[in-house]
C-alpha cells in the first residue's frame, strides 16, 4: 500500500527519491497500458509515460488536490497520449459515443418468440475446464477489444481502478463507462467459450 | 426477466448499480436458472482472470533517465 496522497505529494515536492521511485514502479506499468490505448507503438507509449513523469516532476509544486494524485496523474497521461495519438492520427472519439448496440451474447443462444420460454437459453452454457493457456486466451481477447472497450477493461479489471477514477481520468459518464466495460468483459467471455469450444 | 435480459445486466448487477426493482428480478431469475448461474460466474471467472495478467514494465534505461531528472529538478 502506498502512504496517502499528502504524504506522497510532501515526497515528490522535497524531492525525496524514494518517494518517486515507489509512484514509478506501482503506477508505470498500468500508464503504460494506458498510453497503449492512444498511440500506435509500444516505443510511443513509453514515451508517453517518460512525459508524464517529466510532467509530474515540473508540476507536482501546484498540484491542488482537487482530485487524488493518481487521477491528476493520469489525466495528465491521457492528455500527453491523446495529443501524440492525434499527431499519429489515431484517435480515440471517447466523446462521440455511440451507444454500440447490439446484445454481448448471440441471440441464437436463446430461445426464439416462436417458443415455449423466449428469451432463455437454447442450451445452457457448458462448463468450464480450464488449462494453463486460459491466461493467454483472455489476454488475446483482450487484445482484439475494440479500442474504448479494451481501455476500459484494462484499467478496471486489469489495473484495479475504481469506476469513479475510471470516469475521471477518461472524462466519461458512470452509465458509459459501465456499458463498455460490459460489452468488453462479455466480448472476453465469449472468446474464451469459443476458444473451448462451449460454443458452437 | 428472460436469460437474453438477464445477461446484458451483469456488470450493472456487480457494480451495484442496478435499481431495487431490477436487482430483485436479477437475483430471483438467477435463483431459479443454472444456465444464467454459470453465465454469471464464468463472467466473474473472465474477471478475475483479467486481474491477473502481468504487468508491463518501463525499460530499465527509462527508469533511470527518470530517476535522474527526478533527482536533478531544481527545488527552492
Request: hydrophobic share 40%; with cysteine; glycine share 8%.
Amino acid at each position: 500500500m502506498l502512504p496517502a496522497d499528502d504524504v506522497l505529494v510532501a515526497g515528490l515536492r522535497s524531492g525525496d527519491e524514494a518517494t518517486f521511485a515507489r509512484l514509478l514502479d506501482s503506477w508505470s506499468a498500468s500508464m503504460l497500458r494506458l498510453a497503449r490505448s492512444f498511440v500506435s507503438t509500444d516505443a510511443s507509449a513509453e514515451e508517453v509515460v517518460q512525459d508524464t513523469w517529466l510532467a509530474v516532476i515540473r508540476g507536482v509544486a501546484g498540484f491542488q488536490g482537487a482530485s487524488s494524485l493518481r487521477t491528476w496523474v493520469y489525466r495528465i497521461l491521457v492528455n500527453t497520449a491523446k495529443k501524440r495519438g492525434v499527431k499519429e492520427k489515431r484517435t480515440v472519439p471517447w466523446t462521440s459515443l455511440e451507444p454500440d448496440g447490439g446484445p454481448t451474447v448471440d441471440p441464437d443462444r436463446f430461445r426464439g418468440p416462436g417458443d415455449d420460454y423466449p428469451g432463455h437459453w437454447r442450451e445452457v452454457p457448458e462448463p468450464w475446464v480450464l488449462g494453463d493457456e486460459f491466461r493467454h486466451v483472455v489476454a488475446r481477447a483482450l487484445d482484439q477489444l475494440p479500442e474504448r472497450q479494451r481501455v476500459v477493461v484494462t484499467l478496471r479489471d486489469v489495473d484495479g481502478h475504481s469506476s469513479e477514477e475510471v470516469c475521471a481520468m477518461l472524462e466519461i459518464s458512470a452509465a458509459n463507462q459501465r456499458v463498455l466495460l460490459h460489452r468488453g468483459r462479455a466480448a472476453v467471455r465469449a472468446h474464451v467459450e469459443k476458444y473451448l469450444g462451449g460454443a458452437a | 426477466m428472460t436469460c437474453e435480459e438477464f445477461v446484458e445486466l451483469v456488470t450493472a448487477f456487480l457494480e451495484g448499480a442496478l435499481d431495487e426493482d431490477t436487482e430483485r428480478d436479477f437475483v430471483a431469475h438467477l435463483a431459479e436458472c443454472p444456465g444464467c448461474e454459470r453465465y454469471l460466474d464464468q463472467f466473474r471467472t473472465t474477471i478475475s482472470e483479467l486481474g491477473e495478467l502481468p504487468p508491463e514494465t518501463l525499460s530499465g534505461d527509462t527508469r533511470d533517465r527518470l530517476l535522474d531528472a527526478f533527482r536533478n529538478f531544481p527545488r527552492a
